[in-house]
Nanobody, 126 residues
Framework: QVQLVESGGGSVQAGGSLRLSCAAS????????MGWFRQSPGKEREKVTT?????????WYADPVQGRFTISQDNAKNTLYLQMYSLKPEDTAMYYC??????????????????WGQGTQVTVSS
C-alpha cells in the first residue's frame, strides 16, 4: 500500500523557516505528479505547490507563497520537500503531501490526488 509520511512541521514565529519532508514507500516519486496542499480550520484544502518530474521538474506555486516556498524532490531518497521561508501567521495550517498521475495535463488539483499523506501541522505566531 502506498504511504506518504510527512514530517518537519512545528511552531515558529513570523519570519521563521521550516522544511517539510514527505517520504514515500511502495511508489517511486519520480513516476508521480507531486505536491503540497494545506488546510486551515473552517477552510477548504488548498493547493500550495506542485512539481512534475517527467518534463524537467516543472513546478507551480500559489500566489501567496510564491518567492517564499520552494518545492524539491530527491529521487535517490524518494522524498519530497517543502522549504518555507519568511513564514506568516496566515501560513498556519495542516500541510499534506499529495501525489497523482504524471499524465495530468492541467496540473495536480485536489480532485486529481490519488494518494494523501496524514498531514503535518505548521503554526506561525505573530
Amino acid at each position: 500500500q502506498v504511504q506518504l509520511v510527512e514530517s518537519g512541521g512545528g511552531s515558529v514565529q513570523a519570519g521563521g523557516s521550516l522544511r517539510l519532508s514527505c517520504a514515500a514507500s511502495v511508489v517511486t516519486l519520480s513516476t508521480l505528479y507531486m505536491g503540497w496542499f494545506r488546510q486551515s480550520p473552517g477552510k477548504e484544502r488548498e493547493k500550495v505547490t506542485t512539481i512534475r518530474s517527467g518534463d524537467g521538474r516543472t513546478s507551480w506555486y500559489a500566489d501567496p507563497v510564491q518567492g517564499r516556498f520552494t518545492i524539491s524532490q530527491d529521487n535517490a531518497k524518494n522524498t519530497l520537500y517543502l522549504q518555507m521561508y519568511s513564514l506568516k501567521p496566515e501560513d498556519t495550517a495542516m500541510y499534506y503531501c499529495a501525489a497523482g498521475p504524471l499524465t495530468l495535463l492541467r496540473g495536480l488539483n485536489r480532485d486529481d490526488v490519488a494518494y494523501w499523506g496524514q498531514g503535518t501541522q505548521v503554526t506561525v505566531s505573530s
